[in-house]
């Protein structure tokens, strides 16, 4: 295979510094005074209720909904605002992460409570009859080859996730998936709800993804996908008509733990 020539690359670069007002093309190329955030903006500190304050204000300007509550009252009041939530939404059913902090919180029981079953992130195994009555309900469709987790996360109107990190500065959620954290579970669903607690808040992406590289030395140590949530799931057309939940959950809400 021998290599391409570029042709006429100078005379379009000189149409395009004619165009700017220069004379001719400079043949030093542009000084970077810094590489990624500047030093200043990295030094930026602040304290864990700034970081909240600064979260919570993205996060509702985005339309999120938000809620602070003490670590001793954490499981009754997010079950309390999961069940306001279900009610208000119409969702029957909830597909959760198998995450060691939604676990001890006890959400699953207030969603009983509520009428509303949950959904684990966990494998169920199916038997071949199962198997079979699944490919004979959708014959050659796709949703037969699937599994049966998948399937009925697909079903499912709200996710519930625990991020790795909150970003304060854009409200993003971080989230790190793996077996028992399917990227399915944040975007399938029509609604998101994300816990997490007040110290797994950072000032910017740099310092989450800081975290996430520190001691990986090769690919295999990374999770299997890393997900950025800034508030629901836009999409705009070549016409920039904007639709809402599209491409991930059309609505968001976020609980921080202190």
Same mark, same amino acid.
């Given at each position: 295979? @021998? =290599? ?8 379009? $670069? ?6 700017? /007002? ?15 955030? &500047?030093?200043?903006?990295?030094? $930026? ?31 009754? #009041?997010?079950?309390?605002?999961? !069940?306001?939530?279900?009610?208000? *939404?119409?969702? =029957?059913?909830?597909? #959760? ?7 001890? *919180?006890? *959400? ?13 992130? +966990? ?15 959708? &014959? ?5 080859? +699937?599994?049966?987790? *998948? #399937? ?10 625990? &991020? ?5 500065? @854009? ?25 997490? #607690? ?7 992406? /740099?310092?989450?993804?800081?975290? $996430?590289?520190?001691? =990986?030395?090769?690919?295999? !140590? ?20 904007? @639709?809402?939940?599209?491409? /991930?959950? /059309? ?8």
């Amino acid at each position: 295979m @021998t =290599k391409g020539t570029i042709q006429g690359r100078e005379a379009f $670069i000189a149409n395009l510094s004619s165009r700017l /007002g220069r004379k001719a093309v400079s043949p030093v190329p542009p000084a970077h005074s810094f590489r990624g955030a &500047p030093e200043f903006y990295k030094e $930026i500190e602040r304290t864990t209720e700034e970081k909240i304050e600064s979260f919570i204000e993205n996060w509702t300007a985005l339309t999120g909904k938000a809620l602070v509550v003490e670590e001793a009252e954490a499981g009754e #009041r997010i079950g309390a605002w999961l !069940q306001e939530v279900a009610a208000e *939404l119409g969702v =029957k059913q909830v597909s #959760r992460w198998e995450h060691e902090g939604l676990q001890a *919180l006890g *959400l699953d029981a207030a969603l009983a409570a509520a009428g509303v079953e949950v959904v684990p992130w +966990r494998e169920i195994p199916q038997d071949e009859g199962e198997a079979a009555a699944a490919a004979a309900a959708e &014959p050659g469709s796709n949703w037969s080859a +699937r599994s049966e987790l *998948l #399937r009925r996360t697909e079903r499912c109107q709200l996710g519930v996730v625990w &991020p790795d990190f909150a970003v304060a500065n @854009t409200a993003t959620l971080v989230l790190q998936c793996s077996r028992e954290r399917g990227r399915s579970v944040s975007l399938l669903t029509e609604i998101l709800f994300a816990v997490f #607690r007040a110290d797994q808040l950072v000032n910017r992406m /740099g310092e989450a993804f800081a975290e $996430i590289t520190a001691g =990986k030395a090769s690919p295999e !140590q990374y999770a299997s996908s890393l997900n950025l949530i800034t508030g629901p799931s836009r999409s705009a057309d070549i016409e920039n008509d904007l @639709t809402i939940g599209i491409h /991930g959950p /059309g609505k968001v809400y976020a609980v921080i733990i202190k």
